[in-house]
């Protein structure tokens, strides 16, 4: 989400309904489903990398990543 946008009202009704496992599983969910994107697009930039190349340059961008 952008700074200047705002979560609308309906969606913070459902986040608040939602347990902590469900909150949890989709956290979850949210991270591999970014992770994949981020390798298939490292393949798709680098196809002479080795997977383990591509995997190794996946995590460095994800733990170099600031948080918040």
Do not use: F
Not at 37 to 66: F, G, T
């Amino acid at each position: 989400m952008l700074a200047d946008e705002q979560m609308r009202p309906e969606y913070i009704a459902i986040l608040r309904r939602m347990t902590w496992d469900e909150k949890w599983i989709m956290i979850h969910k949210l991270y591999r489903d970014d992770r994949n994107l981020r390798l298939a697009d490292m393949r798709a930039q680098h196809p002479d990398w080795s997977e383990e190349q591509v995997k190794r340059e996946v995590n460095c961008i994800i733990l170099s990543m600031p948080e918040g």
